[in-house]
């Protein structure tokens, strides 16, 4: 590339990382992640998280379609730009979101923090066309378990946490 310097060079490097996870004790930190918020809870107490999520991503989303709206000439790097602030700012709230759950599962000394099985979340839900783009700018998957078990604590699924629909309340 143009003005790069001829005798530099990069180096990819990838590390990996053995953690013992803790015994099961009993005690569970339950996570329930919505659209725009994200609860966790334990037997003493509920702590619900504005996640903003989907003031991102709609927002982000306007910014695309007016891009797109009008042909220009130097639309793809804008359209690059909005992605990786998009991605960044998301996987920030849920980077840190994932600290504060283990943060909370160690004070309580829980050994196992439950998520939601939302694998067929997207082949279940066909409402309008408004509610399909919302649940697939929707990253529920960003809370994932990695955060978790690099802390050492156990993960579980549970079945059916979020089978109601939040508009008509049909499973």
Not at 42 to 50: A, G, Q, T
Not at 139 to 168: D, I, M, W
Request: aromatic share 8%; net charge positive; charged share 35%.
């Amino acid at each position: 590339m143009a003005g790069e310097d001829e005798d530099a060079f990069y180096l990819k490097a990838v590390f990996s990382k053995t953690v013992e996870l803790v015994e099961s004790n009993g005690k569970a930190v339950a996570v329930d992640i919505n659209e725009n918020n994200v609860a966790f809870s334990s037997m003493e107490r509920v702590v619900n998280v504005e996640t903003n999520e989907r003031i991102i991503r709609t927002a982000y989303f306007f910014k695309r379609r007016r891009l797109q709206s009008k042909p220009r000439l130097d639309e793809k790097p804008l359209m690059a730009k909005y992605k990786g602030r998009e991605r960044r700012m998301v996987e920030e709230v849920y980077h840190k979101l994932a600290n504060q759950i283990v943060d909370e599962a160690k004070e309580l000394k829980a050994s196992t923090i439950v998520l939601e099985e939302l694998a067929n979340m997207r082949k279940r839900v066909r409402r309008s066309k408004a509610v399909n783009g919302r649940l697939n700018r929707w990253s529920f998957r960003k809370l994932q378990e990695y955060e978790v078990k690099l802390a050492g604590l156990n993960v579980t699924y549970a079945e059916g946490a979020s089978s109601l629909c939040p508009t008509c309340g049909e499973d």
